[in-house]
């Protein structure tokens, strides 16, 4: 395979439709309004069917992990659909520039279009640190702002949905309160609002508060994992949505630590191996801001509702030291550790990892913690589980089940 790329163009953005793989609900109904308003026709690939795991299976080394199957079964399922023009149609990845899927994705894409016959379609990788260059694809400053913004308020409408679904009275009013909040919020990310930070999250935080709900005693579960699985409902054969049936409330932290993780490798990398100091320098500026904004959200939540707020990822990133280095950064490296303390410090005690099979960062670093993190904290009650396209649902439902057990018996001990 060439590894020359078909460059998506500035004339190709004016009539292309763009398929990007859906991994957070929430935030991508933000964001797809943000790029169409930017010009951008944006569609992301919602589709949950088995015919989309056996186009990759038939389409990937079996070898590769699980979300790289996902992926390219998604692309090649909606190209071979009809629904779209094949000359008009470009396929989008992000990456991180870092191991694993961050850089590796976009070239096994394009392997699998050119065997399906597909190679004269784009396939555009998308980095802020520019690993490739799509003329078509320029982000302006006003787009980014926007899409920080969509993205630090959909953290706030994820966190405070999943902390009130699993006790409301009303059947189905948290899902009602969350498209309003969703239109809400895309009806206020104009660049002339969307930094009155504290009004619009003070909107969203009183209208999740005003819910009625019965605080029963639930199980506090947490996820955390390689970022596809941990948040993608398709990944994770919809995880959330089993736990809330079991009685469970789930808990998770945003898409913008995962951001603060990637600045802080920057930093890192400057520090132990004398990389870019203009890069690192300009991580710790965004990274500062980006406190600054979640510090300001969380004392809204702590001002106008009963809900605790997530601890600042200051506080988080601090709770890897006595676990693990911060050059430990493939895959998800010391950001999964602190998450995983960070949610024992919280009252969820009973942790989900959930990883692709054979996913060789996350079982590193995921299992490779879990012992250390229970001889410290005798009450965690941590499960992994694998995800593939071999591994039965069911078996995947009935280790939740047995965690779940644990968890109640634990209650009673």
Not at 63 to 80: E, H, N, R, T
Not at 327 to 347: A, C, R
Request: include cysteine; hydrophobic fraction near 40%.
């Amino acid at each position: 395979m060439s590894y020359n790329y078909k460059v998506f163009t500035k004339e190709m953005k004016k009539d292309y439709t763009i398929l990007v793989p859906n991994m957070l609900p929430i935030h991508f109904k933000v964001l797809d309004k943000v790029l169409k308003d930017n010009g951008f026709n944006i569609e992301f690939l919602e589709d949950d069917v088995n015919e989309i795991i056996d186009e990759g299976l038939r389409n990937a080394n079996n070898d590769i992990c699980y979300p790289a199957m996902i992926v390219i079964g998604q692309f090649i399922s909606a190209l071979k659909s009809g629904k779209y023009d094949l000359d008009k149609t470009a396929v989008l990845m992000t990456q991180t520039g870092g191991g694993c899927r961050a850089s590796n994705y976009i070239h096994l894409i394009r392997k699998a279009l050119e065997n399906s016959g597909f190679q004269d379609v784009p396939a555009i990788g998308l980095s802020v640190s520019g690993i490739e260059k799509h003329p078509g694809l320029k982000l302006s400053p006003t787009l980014i702002v926007k899409a920080f913004y969509g993205v630090l308020y959909s953290d706030l409408i994820m966190c405070l949905y999943n902390k009130i679904k699993p006790y409301e009275v009303n059947k189905n009013e948290t899902d009602m309160v969350l498209e309003k909040e969703i239109k809400y919020l895309n009806n206020s990310l104009s660049i002339f609002n969307c930094f009155k930070v504290n009004k619009i999250s003070k909107h969203i935080v009183k209208s999740f508060n005003n819910i009625s709900i019965n605080k029963t005693d639930k199980i506090k579960v947490g996820i955390v994992g390689e970022i596809y699985m941990k948040y993608s409902r398709m990944g994770n054969n919809h995880l959330e949505e089993f736990l809330i049936k079991e009685n469970a409330e789930v808990v998770q932290s945003g898409l913008l630590d995962f951001i603060n993780y990637c600045l802080i490798n920057a930093i890192v990398d400057n520090k132990l191996y004398n990389k870019s100091k203009v890069k690192a320098i300009l991580s710790k500026f965004a990274y500062k801001f980006i406190l600054r904004q979640q510090n300001k959200i969380n004392n809204t939540i702590k001002r106008y509702s009963s809900f605790d707020a997530p601890e600042s990822f200051e506080n988080v990133r601090k709770m890897a030291d006595e676990y693990i280095g911060y050059g430990v950064k493939m895959g998800e490296g010391w950001l999964l550790v602190s998450n995983m303390i960070e949610l024992i410090h919280q009252g969820a005690n009973n942790i989900i990892c959930a990883e692709p099979f054979g996913c060789l960062p996350n079982h590193i670093v995921g299992r490779g913690a879990i012992r250390k993190i229970m001889d410290k904290h005798p009450n965690a009650n941590i499960v992994v589980i694998d995800y593939d396209p071999s591994q039965s649902k069911i078996n995947q439902e009935n280790r939740i089940k047995l965690m779940l057990s644990n968890a109640n018996l634990n209650i009673y001990l």
